[in-house]
């Protein structure tokens, strides 16, 4: 039987973010992370999973239950 393969810690979107060791550092660019974050983003974009449209009307629900009496409220209703 193969042993099981853990599970990468590393995100390709971030370089930048993977675990160091204290022995050896990257440095990272300003660069390389914009780029980076463009890329996650373009990801986050194009996600048509419906996950989102699912769970918006959960929490936003939840953030004005939070609210403390006479405190304006969040979503006025439009664009939301």
């Given at each position: 039987m193969e042993p099981r393969s853990q599970p990468s810690s590393r995100n390709?979107?971030?370089?930048?973010?993977?675990?160091?060791?204290?022995?050896?550092?990257?440095?990272?660019?300003p660069l390389e992370r914009n780029r980076a974050a463009q890329q996650l983003l373009r990801t986050w974009l194009a996600d048509d999973s419906?996950?989102?449209?699912?769970?918006?009307?959960?929490?936003?629900?939840?953030?004005e239950e939070d609210r403390a009496p006479g405190?304006?409220?969040?979503?006025?209703?439009?664009?939301?």
């Open positions: 390709p979107a971030f370089p930048g973010a993977e675990p160091q060791s204290r022995s050896r550092k990257r440095t990272v660019s419906g996950y989102d449209e699912e769970t918006w009307p959960v929490l936003k629900r939840a953030l405190q304006r409220r969040l979503f006025d209703g439009q664009g939301d």
